[in-house]
């Protein structure tokens, strides 16, 4: 026990002598990075894009500043608890977690699309919600909660991480909360788009705390991501 936390705060003080900590999200949106993380001229080898690696944790061509690779809804988590300084993430993660440590200065404008809510396309067929209760599978509870609260309903959450779209014909749910793009996935599935809760666009976020005790580094980061969101769009 006594040698798991010399090992924990090692790792800790570790982490800080090291310098600062990018947190990229894995998937879809690292793939959408790769002009901005190149313009940025960030990337080392081994690289962070490359989805070959098993690696979590990458150099960069900064000694002080590591990259780690982490699921798009865990980015915020990272950055709220300290364990990246810095981080990329959609603002429908911000949103459904609405964590106060994190601050978000910088629309990367990639990753866009919107958070929605989809029913069955034929409504005759679908099990209809009554008025004030309505059931939603989704993998945002919180943004679903809220939407539908504010048209004073009661939304009773089926949470899925995945799939959510076959929820509605399964009678799991009267509708879905989903992120949609080009909406082929809803359509492929016997859904329609009927309400838009929010347009969505991937952010860059940094730990307030950071940026209170390291403002230099930390803005020299974003500003950074900055330039190389001007040059790429050039
Ligand atoms: P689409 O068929 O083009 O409307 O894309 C919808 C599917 O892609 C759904 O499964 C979404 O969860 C996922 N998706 C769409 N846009 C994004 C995005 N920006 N980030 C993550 N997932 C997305």
Redesign the pocket.
């Known amino acids: 026990m006594v040698n798991d936390h010399r090992i924990l705060a090692s790792a800790i003080s570790g982490r800080h002598g090291k310098g600062m900590i990018l947190a990229l999200p894995k998937?879809?949106?690292l793939k959408a990075l790769r002009p901005l993380l190149h313009h940025s001229g960030l990337l080392a080898a081994p690289c962070p894009t490359d989805e070959a690696t098993r690696a979590l944790r990458f150099p960069t061509t900064e000694k002080q500043i590591d990259i780690v690779r982490v699921r798009?809804f865990d980015v915020a988590t990272f950055v709220a608890h300290g364990g990246a300084d810095i981080g990329i993430c959609?603002s429908?993660v911000l949103m459904e977690f609405d964590y106060p440590e994190i601050y978000a200065p910088l629309d990367l404008e990639i990753?866009?699309?919107r958070i929605s809510v989809a029913r069955h396309a034929n409504h005759a067929t679908a099990a209809e919600a009554p008025s004030s209760k309505i059931r939603i599978a989704t993998k945002y509870p919180a943004i679903a909660r809220q939407h539908f609260a504010q048209r004073g309903m009661n939304a009773e959450i089926v949470h899925l991480h995945?799939a959510m779209?076959l929820a509605p014909s399964l009678n799991m749910a009267h509708a879905i909360v989903?992120?949609?793009?080009?909406?082929?996935?809803?359509r492929?599935n016997g859904l329609e788009e009927t309400e838009v809760i929010a347009h969505?666009s991937?952010r860059l976020i940094v730990n307030r705390v950071a940026m209170k005790t390291r403002p230099q580094e930390v803005t020299a980061l974003i500003d950074r991501f900055r330039d190389a969101l001007r040059n790429k769009t050039q």
Not at 178 to 186: H, N, R, S, Y
């Open positions: 998937g879809r949106i798009s959609g429908d990753g866009q699309c995945g779209e989903d992120l949609v793009d080009t909406g082929a996935t809803l492929a969505i991937s």
